[in-house]
């Protein structure tokens, strides 16, 4: 960890700066949006259509012009972004999404879609945004040279980058770097737990000191800051009211995650509104945006939901210290002075709007996240969450208007805490987080709540992940991007090896191949690379080559230089007349006709032939030599001398258990690796297999049926034994290596053997 | 994750269970020994001899009874133990560490540690004790069967103990998390993050729920609750101090490592020292505690440095949220009615006091942590940093004292601030850890000034780790204990390749190997392990045995009943009178012969021999007969039938980067790894190579120097290139292979073939 400072530094802060631009944007321009959008409202009040008009058409307009400016510039900046960034930095290269174009598309689809108004959060895109200032930094830093280059490092500098864009959202660094820590890793290496911190904590500091500078602040406080009395935060007998406030956020949470995914699938399903969708793109935003603004028309149904506030309004009055079922009750720790209004119907009480806000603001979100924009959930949720916290809070209240009793003391109940608890526990379950407690500690700046909010987080967790997967890994799940799940805690996990689960047909190619053999292999195989064996007998692994590679070895041996110098070879040989093609000589026609020809044969086109009737019998006469000479020259043994190999393919053995090479995959962020056995290769793993192998047993739901492969075998109870293997079975392997191979050795066969060996373990 | 929540959870809770009856233990008899020593101490007010003497034999005795007791128990229990916890959770087994032995031996050792009032801590102990208790329960679960049987699991238990250790030292859930997975862990699952955080939260509950219910508070609340102005924590101004007081502390704290180490080690040196040392192992601790004592005596030196607080007290007077050097600057935020006196002497002032503290404390805490008891030196430290802090923010008090004008209002500053972010910043700069601003907030209840934390621990940790290892890694290192230093970041590392660092002269064992070679093998090999290899021309590696599975066939080999088979068929093939050796009949005394024979064979005491005078011509043929036997025996080929061999070992292939190898190592915690070239074993590289390799280059005070492998090569930007090579290159290199390796390559061909590659490369 020593040296990692001077490299680190300007970095960071660069990307801090870039950031601090964006923030600022972004800021600036919702905040006079929303103005403006208050202002045109506010002006008409005498007029409820033109109010109604000028409320509704803000909205439609900005996330029309959003998810239309998104579509055409890049198509990828649509949505949150965390599921992506889990992806990439699982390995994967996904294309696109970390370009300069898909930068100006997130950053100013996000600016209209936030200024909207409607239910869609920032955190999740100014994730994307920050590692796309990361991934940009980093492409404009590698012109110098140095550090940059190293791919390695780009992984690097995107987990900083997620730490930045959470941090900078909630103006939580610590919060920031565990939450992207949580929602894109599966391991994570402790050297780079350190950058997080430094970048995070200067993107935090950047985007608060902004509010000082503009002289919104006097100095650098929290973003929703609490005024929680100190002295005695909570009483021990409120506990269980916050541990069950966090189990029924962990049903929130699932249910929402749920909800999400539903109207995702239900508008794939049905065909016909998807083809209508699919050609009016930006039908589906804007009917939802009328929808949802409609819906919350002040003076309409809003007013019995706080229609009327923005999502920060609305937090600022849920995290306040008073309680609004029965004014006065907390009178001595009141410090703001006005009652939150819009929350305070004349007609209905609070828990009615409270629900109905709750009720309403639930579905909303979960639509409007389905919206073609760049947006996130996190902050919706977390309102939603802050609503039911507060209802909660504010019934215990009005159960216990004298508090609980603690001695003599009378402390009446903070409905406000209940709040604070509630946004954690339900932002919690729907990204399966356990950093939103320091989120919220951070955001509101009050740490008192530590124990109610910790214990609520957790068992929120423990309820929304034994239920659905996290709204990041459902999205995941609903864009069928490569993911790896997580392995559940059963048992039988330990018994499955990879040889139940590898693909045993490898396509692979050997030191004596043909040219044609590299053809077909090219065409049949489908992973990245292909395998290098040394024959075909031994199938000792050599090395791998990436497909690109073989492709340009085979375009290569039919180059089009190659075969011009052919057939003059040819021409001369049979001393008949042959263009000698020399560079702009009249004779480029028929060098543009072999081009054609060539084009013609790989992609069969014949109908261009019709348009060039004159070459009519030039063309067969060549395309018959062409094709004779192509069969020679596939048949040819590949030269591979010129050719790049990696002599260090991820290998696995036979008996690696399923938990070893999920770790594994996992850990090294591996697409595929090789099975070989004492130095052969005899078969191949991908992400796939792995994929099926793990949800076999667990599925999207989370319920647990036994894996198919594990029914087989003796779920004995020591794993070790299963990895360790007697050598006479070894040895009449390797035997039976060297003979060709069956495409499936008989599993049960094997298990008969197993099971003896752990017998006779057993027995000593 | 979604299904670890029934099988974590009944152990996590057990888990804490008895983590709370310690913690109970050790607060009680810690409060009741501490209460004693004052009221003899205040007793005794007129006679200051008796008052000296009552001072100083309570720690005396104390230290030297937790000395003794440990040495005898013990001697694992001695120290912090989260070293060795960092180095068993990188997969190596340290022998009776997890023992219950050295959990009686670790909990009355630091609980007269900790009551003996010397700056000793318990955040590194209760880790340990923390983990014992997990290992202890785990083998105690496993009775009962089920998952506590897979060995994975229990690491995945410590792992969550040592945040359930530090969690409950400091009612710190969080920053117990952080702070344990950044001191004992390089590569972190995120699957465990959850338990951590559940584990420590309810041992955090259960420590603070134990006050409440001692009536000592009426709620939960924070450990060191402070009581700053929430308004207005800080003014922008103040921040180059804080960051200054950053640096200052990263300094303090290398300097610190740097004393640690440097009292170990000169201890060492000096023979004499040394010598009588050992001897008399309870004379060292008891000297320091005199000294210490001695020198903290009120009457005494004591009274200029606070010399009569505990640890916690001083701790609680240095948040305090007055100004010590001009009382009544403050007078708008007391809270607390009484100044702390012990800082206040009559004659000198309060900015000498500090300083004297300080020093004193430095120093005498780097000596008392180098005694041997279960002690721990974050608390110390914690609290010279706060002192410092303390010192720094009087200062500006003393500079300011109408506070830094921020527009109209005055805020005056706020010392007690400064002692948290110096306590912080200090902790952090020792441990090399950013978890300690976490920490601070938990355990002041107050989050408001997590800017400067923030900004302070970032610079301390900057300054800290580009000057000294981390005091845990320094004891690892001072212990020998096996680990593997963090790689530095210099562009070299990437070019220096496995086949560079590894063992060419690796031990194995073929199939057709004789006992003999077996024997030899053993002999001289070092690993753990051993290679087994089709045969010695192929060297194609089949797997990996341990050496005890090769002891036991050898022994099987000798054993005793083949050689009295053997004696036996012999007996009656030359038709001589043979004792037949049935049970219990008077002819077994020479069957024991027999046995001492053997005995005297491998040990050489040939002197017995003098003592056995009637059998020694029985003897002399006897040994004849057995030593050809024996010899007959070695020569025979191994049968490995019945022998457990572990088909994958990890294999590494000669081009892998030494970035690509410590990082397996680390994430997978190898001891070594098999280098194989196409399936042929070519080398071993364990983690003593590889820790030579990665110090060359970044030597213990974090000098950076050139690798002395890489100055050979070509540094060439392209780190991508080294690791794919040329096919022709490849080839050649396998033919080599078939003919008899020599045993070191020359090195310098090598690097002129990859300078050719890699311009062959650039040129393309």
């Known amino acids: 960890m020593s040296l990692q400072l001077p490299s680190e530094v300007p970095v960071s802060i660069e990307t801090v700066r870039v950031r601090k631009e964006n923030v600022r944007d972004v800021i600036i321009l919702c905040v006079s949006v929303s103005a ?9 009040h005498n007029n409820i259509l033109l109010q109604y008009l000028a409320w509704v058409t803000y909205p439609v307009v900005l996330i029309t012009f959003s998810a239309g400016f998104t579509q055409i510039l890049a198509p990828q900046a649509v949505g949150s972004g965390i599921p992506e960034m889990k992806t990439i930095l699982r390995g994967v290269v996904l294309k696109e999404y970390l370009t300069f174009k898909t930068f100006v598309a997130k950053v100013i689809g996000l600016t209209c879609a936030l200024g909207s108004g409607m239910p869609l959060g920032k955190e999740g895109p100014f994730v994307h945004v920050a590692s796309l200032c990361a991934a940009l930094l980093s492409k404009f830093m590698a012109l110098f040279g140095g550090i940059y280059l190293v791919r390695c490092r780009n992984t690097e500098m995107l987990s900083a980058a997620c730490a930045v864009g959470v941090g900078c959202c909630f103006a939580a660094p610590i919060g920031g770097v565990l939450f992207s820590i949580e929602v894109t890793s599966t391991f994570f290496a ?8 430094f970048a995070a904590t200067f993107s935090a500091f950047i985007f608060r000191v902004l509010a000082v500078w503009n002289k919104d602040e006097e100095t650098i406080t929290a973003l929703f800051k609490t005024r929680f009395r100190l002295d005695f935060p909570f009483d021990l007998q409120e506990l269980p009211a916050f541990a069950v406030l966090g189990i029924a956020s962990g049903f929130g949470g699932a249910l929402f995650v749920y909800l999400n995914r539903i109207i995702v699938e239900s508008m794939r399903k049905q065909k016909t509104i998807n083809k209508f969708l699919l050609k009016k793109r930006l039908v589906y935003p804007a009917v939802v945006t009328l929808l949802v603004s409609t819906l919350t ?90 609503a039911f916290g507060r209802l909660v809070g504010e019934s215990m209240a009005a159960v216990f208007p004298e508090g609980i009793h603690a001695d003599s003391t009378v402390y009446p109940i903070v409905p406000g805490a209940y709040a604070v608890v509630g946004a954690a526990a339900l932002s919690g379950a729907v990204t399966h987080t356990v950093s939103t407690a320091v989120i919220v500690f951070e955001l509101t700046g009050q740490i008192s709540h530590i124990l109610p909010v910790m214990i609520a ?71 990245k690379t292909l395998a290098l064996v040394e024959s075909k007998e031994s199938m000792i692994l050599l090395g791998s080559m990436e497909r690109s590679q073989l492709q340009s070895l085979l375009s290569q041996q039919l180059s089009r230089a190659r075969r011009l110098e052919y057939l003059r070879e040819r021409a001369q040989d049979n001393g008949t007349h042959v263009p000698t093609f020399p560079q702009d000589s009249p004779s480029r026609t028929g060098c543009g006709v072999r081009f054609l020809v060539c084009y013609i ?26 094709a004779e000479w192509e069969e020679q020259q596939l048949d040819e043994a590949v030269n591979f001398n010129n050719c790049k190999i990696d ?40 992400l796939k297999e792995l994929r099926k192998a793990i949800e076999g047993s667990v599925t999207v739901t989370g319920v647990k049926v036994r894996p198919p492969l594990a029914s087989f075998r003796d779920s004995g109870n020591n794993s070790s034994v299963s990895e360790v293997t007697e050598l006479h079975k070894l040895w009449s392997r390797n035997r039976s290596l060297l003979l060709p191979r069956e495409p499936n050795l008989p599993d049960l066969d094997d298990q008969t053997e197993t099971q003896r060996t752990c017998r006779e373990h057993d027995a000593k």
Chains 1, 2 share one sequence.
């Open 190 to 197: 402790v050297r780079n737990y350190w950058r997080g911190f």
């Open 297 to 386: 028309f002040p003076p309409g149904f809003g007013q019995f939901m706080a229609g009327q506030l923005t999502q920060h309004e609305s937090l600022v009055a849920l995290f306040d210290n008073q309680t609004w079922y029965k004014q006065g009750v907390a009178e001595e720790f009141v410090y703001s002075s006005e009652v939150p209004q819009a929350w305070k119907h004349p007609q209905v009480g609070v828990f009615i709007t409270l629900l109905l806000f709750i009720v309403m603001k639930f579905w909303m979100s979960a639509l409007a996240t389905t919206m073609p924009v760049p947006c996130g959930a996190f902050m919706p949720v977390f309102l939603i969450g802050a």
């Open 647 to 686: 002599p260090a393919p991820f290998q696995l053995v036979e008996r690696t258990s399923l938990h070893k090479t999920h770790t594994i995959f996992s850990l090294l962020g591996l697409d595929h690796a090789y099975v070989t056995s004492t130095g052969r290769l005899v078969g191949v793993v991908s």
């Open 457 to 527: 987080v957790i068992l929120a967790n423990a309820v929304a992940q034994s239920l659905q997967p996290s709204l990041y890994d459902s999205i995941i799940r609903i864009q069928k991007l490569p993911y790896l799940p997580e392995l559940g805690w059963g048992q039988e996990k330990y018994n499955i090896r990879v040889e139940d689960i590898m693909v045993r047909d490898v396509r692979y190619i050997t030191l004596s191949s043909s040219y044609r053999d590299l053809q077909e292999a090219l065409i049949t195989g489908q992973l």
């Open 36 to 44: 403006a959008q208050k202002w045109m409202y506010g002006g008409l």
């Open 601 to 626: 044969k790989s992609v069969y086109i014949t109908f261009v032939l019709g348009t060039f009737n004159s070459f009519t019998f030039f063309l067969k006469k060549c395309i018959f030599q062409i």
